[in-house]
């Protein structure tokens, strides 16, 4: 484990997700379309898609949203969606990946360079900051499904290969080519999970206080509330106390 600080960070990015729950829909139903588009229309035969929906479902996104969303997919008048990787780096020298669907590159370019500037970071070149990171399946379940070590078994057991655990939230690493069928696994034993998608995992960590520590989670949630953009992942580590000061 990282230090108990990240999983504050992490529920300080929960907390602000469930606090703007539309926003939350319309990126899930752009993911949604995105990987109907891209393979077949029937989660069945489309992996990213059926991990898609089930993020979807996680999130208590209602049925009529995911078909709508899986139907646009093959409307005649949908927008055409593209998958773009922004690298940077903001207060402190962290670095940070932004992960955007959009149906204009300009404008997604145009916003997510203009956020870097003005909340004290700058946009790189595609790999100045990718190679700090690994490309991974995560997946997500409540800290109540099972204690630390049943959940470390039972990963293990599915073809998983890292656990983080806290009293509130596991964390299942695996593969990132092997992230359906872990998934798949796991719900047999403890059912649908609260998400499950490749991120962007740090390899170390760049600790960060103080006002530096307040500029980042903003720089952070600015990304984060822009429409085009999907994740936003970096490699900062924020203690306790800073961030209890900041939330």
């Not at 997946?139 to 998983?160: C, K, P, R, S």
Request: charged share 30%.
């Amino acid at each position: 484990m990282a230090g108990h600080s990240k999983w504050a960070n992490i529920q300080h990015r929960k907390g602000r997700q469930d606090a703007k729950r539309s926003k939350m829909f319309s990126k899930l139903s752009k993911e949604i379309t995105v990987a109907a588009k891209m393979g077949a229309p029937d989660p069945e035969f489309n992996p990213r898609l059926r991990l898609a929906i089930a993020a979807a479902k996680a999130q208590s996104m209602p049925k009529d949203n995911i078909d709508r969303a899986v139907k646009k997919s093959t409307a005649a008048d949908a927008a055409i969606l593209e998958d773009i990787r922004y690298e940077g780096f903001g207060p402190g020298g962290i670095g940070i990946i932004v992960e955007a669907l959009t149906d204009n590159r300009n404008r997604a370019a145009s916003e997510v360079r203009s956020t870097f500037t003005k909340r004290g970071g700058n946009l790189g070149e595609t790999g100045s900051v990718s190679f700090m990171f690994d490309q991974v399946g995560s997946i997500e379940y409540n800290g109540d499904i099972a204690d630390e070590e049943a959940v470390f078994e039972a990963a293990t057991e599915a073809g998983a290969e890292d656990v983080e655990s806290a009293p509130d939230l596991h964390v299942i690493y695996c593969a990132a080519d092997q992230l359906a069928q872990v998934a798949a696994e796991l719900e047999k034993t403890y059912g649908q999970p609260n998400s499950a998608r490749l991120i962007w995992k740090p390899q170390n960590l760049i600790e960060v206080e103080g006002d530096k520590a307040e500029s980042v989670m903003k720089l952070m949630d600015t990304l984060d509330d822009l429409d085009d953009v999907q994740y936003v992942y970096a490699n900062f580590d924020i203690s306790d106390e800073d961030m209890e000061k900041l939330a």
